[in-house]
């Protein structure tokens, strides 16, 4: 199975930090990975696949880059809705993986 | 507008079986792999299984952890996917959801989750 390794595990940050997310695979997935944000309560919602590409909808503070084990998710402008928990998950090959999450609060 | 809609989760003891449904709206819901992903309380995020589309012969794939216990279904005509887990043990307690995906994709549309808890 492919692990995932995300970091940090929890971040502190203010309104309008930039935040950068990263996402290790203990082996090459290619461009096959994907990140969502799921806040307390709710279901995951799809914010990136294909590693850079931006689900439609989702605002373009967010952006995504990597390729093979080393990815990262960047925030540009941290937004009061922006506070949740962000995954990663690889959809190279099954069985599907997700990262451990890091949850983003308010300092 | 696409909807998934699970019903069917509850308190069930060790031992024991649960049958969840997903009821699918706004899309063609036979060209579309389906999965399902759990997630126990104040955990991350974990795969259960997927059921593939009918162009893929409706073929399944499973977790090493569910795998022989949980078993995936489908029927195209009323747009519902199913999970029957049997055997369930307590740290089968979850959140599950079903979710919509293609190969090589990740899941784009989630439903709003059913809670399974399995205790004495």
């Known amino acids: 199975d492919i692990q995932l390794t995300q970091s940090p595990s929890f971040l502190s940050a203010s309104v309008g930090d930039r935040v950068t997310i990263t996402c290790r695979a203990s082996?090459?997935?290619?461009?096959?990975l994907a990140w969502y944000q799921q806040i307390p309560g709710k279901a995951p919602k799809l914010l990136i696949y294909a590693a850079s590409t931006l689900q439609s909808g989702v605002p373009s503070r967010f952006s995504g880059s990597g390729s093979g084990t080393e990815f990262t998710l960047t925030i540009s402008s941290l937004q009061p809705e922006d506070f949740a928990t962000y995954y990663c998950q690889q959809v190279n090959s099954l069985p599907l993986t997700f990262g451990g999450g890091t949850k983003v609060e308010i300092k | 507008e696409v909807q998934l809609v699970e019903s069917g989760g509850g308190l069930v003891q060790p031992g024991g079986s649960l049958r969840l449904s997903c009821a699918a709206s706004?899309?063609?819901?036979?060209?579309?792999?389906m999965d399902w992903v759990r997630q126990a309380p104040g955990k991350g995020l974990e795969w259960v299984g997927r059921?593939?589309?009918?162009?893929?012969?409706?073929?399944?794939e499973y977790a090493a952890s569910v795998k022989g216990r949980f078993t995936i279904s489908r029927d195209d005509s009323k747009n519902s996917l199913f999970l029957q887990m049997n055997s369930l043990k307590i740290e089968d307690t979850a959140v599950y959801y079903c979710?919509?995906?293609?190969?090589?994709?990740?899941?784009?549309?989630w439903g709003q989750g059913t809670l399974v808890t399995v205790s004495s």
């Open positions: 059921d593939r589309n009918k162009a893929n012969g409706y073929t399944t």
């Open positions: 979710a919509r995906s293609l190969p090589y994709s990740p899941q784009d549309y």
């Open positions: 082996q090459g997935i290619s461009s096959y």
């Open positions: 706004g899309f063609t819901f036979s060209d579309h792999y």
